[in-house]
């Protein structure tokens, strides 16, 4: 009779412990968007790690990355390659000021950094202002409690700060749950930055990190959220983009430890630009014209404009006789055709006028210049890429016009240097001036 009911017993403690393992478990299905660009993505969660499968975006596919909380790490991997990169979570000393800590509450060891090099001229200070704010509301969501928190992250450097400039500011606004077992550390510090291309070079130089946070709550798993980066010094020069992630699908089930593991026979690398992929340019513009066509298809521009869009009339890109005026339209009509924004090819303002278009956009390629080819050789060898063979400096500026005044709503300057054909470096050209237009609009 005791043999039974030991061995009910441990039945019954394998199948709470079996079930409470599966509770762990988790797939996700979710959608990011950017500027109209939209990515979906599944999220696997298996105790303390997770892993990200994110879809293309632009021509260009994205690393897969595990998080292993337990590790205190990230692991990045390029499945093609066969490569993959240890980002440790904190890689960088930092000093925090906690403003919600008691004043008697004895404060923790400074971080003892290495001496600084002989060759360092100088040392900035980046200050991070982190706040949060649990809202109180809460609401079921697949079957989980979701809190409503609101978080801020400002990044200020100092005068004589030199891994930055200027100020750098996230907003978020989300709906957070619990995963059991699943809690990774928040990170204040940024992301190691790299200096832009055409920045001059700096002495070699440390900048310090000092963190201060305020607020109360907790964030957790993201099921909506909503992140505004607002980038410049709130003046003429400020830039933002916000970025949507939105649940699609929410399920539980047993999934297989080795999806959050280094996979065998991979290759480590120190670099992690060696995971990113090349800029499929060609499957770029493949991705614009189809969504451009898809739209038109769907919903054919009329005479009678819908009144929370915005229309957008584009004339044919002014070049030389190296690009493709018509494909450069169609690029840019896919380009601003997104969310609340449709635009259409017109040949003249009057067109526009008569397509009840609130704005017209007119772009000018100045120069196109055909680069070195040696380079573009050697490059072209090492990544198998025939484009690479060609590269072009182009200038040139983009404006947008207010057909209702004529007044000028905003303009582009387009200058530097791309790869490929001519029509294709003059469109990655006017994609990217045409990208930073599109939110003068907003």
Known sequence: MKKNLLRLLAALILFISSADLSAQEYKIRQSSSLMGMKMESTVYVKGMRKRTESGAMMGMSQPVTIE?????????????????????????????????????????????????????????????????????????????????????????????????????????????????????????????????????????????????????????????????????????????????????????????????????????????????????????????MNKAKKQMKEKPVSDEKAPDMIRVGVLPPKGDEQVQPTELQALLVGTFTTGNIEAIAVSSADEAKTMKCDYLLNSELSKIKSGSKVGGLLKAIKNTDPNALSSFTIEGSMQLTKLADGSMAGTQKIEGKYEGKANDAAGKALVGGGTRLIEKLH
């Open 68 to 288: 292993q909380c337990d590790l205190q790490r990230t692991i990045k991997i390029n499945d093609k390659k066969k490569l993959y990169y240890i980002d440790s979570f904190y890689k960088v000393s930092e000093e925090i000021i906690d403003e919600d800590d008691a004043p008697a509450k004895k404060p923790a060891t400074p971080v003892k950094e290495k001496a600084p090099k002989k060759n360092i001229e100088k040392v900035g200070v980046i200050t991070i202002y982190y706040s949060i704010r649990d809202t109180g509301e809460r609401k079921k969501m697949y079957g989980l409690t979701a809190r409503h928190v609101w978080t801020t992250q400002k990044m200020k450097p100092s005068p004589d700060a030199c891994m930055m400039k200027d100020s750098f500011l996230i907003k978020t606004d989300g709906w957070y749950i619990d995963l059991p077992k699943f809690n990774c550390p928040v990170r204040y510090r940024p992301q190691q930055m790299q200096r832009q291309p055409d920045e001059k070079p700096m002495p070699d130089c440390q900048d310090r990190f000092v963190t201060r946070r305020s607020g109360k709550g907790k964030l957790g798993f993201p099921l909506i959220e909503t992140t505004t980066m607002i980038m410049g010094a709130q003046g003429a020069k400020t830039t933002e983009f916000k970025t949507d992630i939105e649940t699609l699908d929410f399920s539980m089930q047993k999934l297989d430890s080795m999806l959050f593991e280094i996979p065998p026979g991979y290759t480590e690398t120190k670099n992690e630009e060696d995971l990113q992929d090349k800029m499929d340019m060609s499957g770029m513009l493949d991705e614009v």
